[in-house]
Nanobody, 119 residues
Framework: QVQLAESGGGVVQPGGSTKLSCTAS????????MGWFRQIPGKERELIAS?????????YYADSVKGRFTISGDAAKATVYLQMNSLKPEDTAMYYC???????????WGQGTQISVSP
């Protein structure tokens, strides 16, 4: 059974930084993609960053976080990080880690970790 374990999160002041971590376990992964979504109450879950470990290691950022957030990780360990800088109140959301094992979709999800940006 695949499980994604997230860590990090909490309350951060505007302009501050924090880092999320996530590790997938339960099977071996190869040429997979890992990503971070976030969801604000009343809105759809939004992909904000992803990294694909195949070929050129493609990285994606949503416009809303580009230049402020950095995704990185270790493919062999199926671990992904999200460094979040210059946080804004509008970054307040539940953040979810996810993995696409074989370009077939985001099959597996973490339980989510809350980020609250407030003074």
């Amino acid at each position: 059974q695949v499980q994604l374990a997230e860590s990090g999160g909490g309350v951060v002041q505007p302009g501050g930084s924090t880092k999320l971590s996530c590790t997938a376990s339960g099977r071996a992964f190869n040429r997979h993609t890992m990503g971070w979504f976030r969801q604000i109450p009343g809105k759809e879950r939004e992909l904000i960053a992803s990294i694909t470990w195949s070929g050129d290691n493609t990285i994606y950022y949503a416009d809303s976080v580009k230049g402020r957030f950095t995704i990185s990780g270790d493919a062999a360990k199926a671990t992904v990080y999200l460094q979040m800088n210059s946080l804004k109140p509008e970054d307040t959301a539940m953040y979810y880690c996810t993995i696409d094992p074989d370009s077939g979709g985001w099959y597996y999800w973490g339980q989510g970790t809350q980020i609250s940006v407030s003074p």
